[in-house]
């Protein structure tokens, strides 16, 4: 999942449609195939890459919440890993920024107590990246819950718990 530099948001959500959405697709859909026509089966697919999106989404601004607890820079920005605040931080950018940020790392990752791994921390810190972030991400499951209330009684059926736990991770996550 290596980018030749940091991903965009754009990029960004292929690279989590191509590695989490399958992890989380395939155990619902095999456990419980979806036996419906073509149309249900793309609402179906639709909800499950939208969900696994916000699904990351909430994984990656734990990581951000983490370094902000442990006072250091969270280890997808130290290991340049795809993160969806970095990307929106990232994204946001002027070019010569994104130059700049390119040119800080060492390798695939930035130095460990880096005077431009702490600065570019602090830059993220300092961005409304974080809260973009979480309009995003409100703005996905309120679509997934669109998706979800439009499917059969029987899909809705198998993909309610893992639905009910998502936005149980969510008020969690909200609450921090």
Not at 35 to 61: H, K, P, R, W
Not at 105 to 130: C, D, H, I, P, T
Not at 134 to 141: A, F, I, P, Y
Request: aromatic letters at 10%; a neutral charge.
């Amino acid at each position: 999942f290596a980018t030749p530099s940091y991903p965009t948001w754009t990029t960004y959500e292929k690279l989590v449609e191509g590695k989490t959405t399958p992890l989380i697709s395939l155990p619902v859909l095999g456990l419980n195939p979806v036996g419906c026509d073509d149309a249900e089966s793309q609402l179906v697919s639709n909800y499950l890459s939208i969900t696994s999106v916000a699904f990351q989404m909430m994984n990656d601004i734990q990581n951000i919440n983490l370094g902000k607890q442990t006072i250091s820079p969270a280890s997808d920005l130290r290991e340049l890993r795809p993160n969806a605040v970095i990307a929106k931080f990232y994204e946001e950018l002027p070019e010569l920024d994104k130059k700049l940020f390119a040119e800080s790392r060492y390798g695939r990752k930035f130095v460990e107590n880096n005077a431009r791994l702490n600065f570019w921390w602090e830059q993220v810190l300092l961005s409304n990246s974080m809260e973009s972030t979480r309009q995003t991400l409100n703005e996905k499951l309120r679509r997934s819950e669109r998706i979800l209330d439009s499917l059969s009684n029987k899909n809705k059926a198998i993909l309610q718990p893992f639905d009910r736990w998502l936005h149980e991770s969510y008020s969690k996550l909200s609450s921090l």
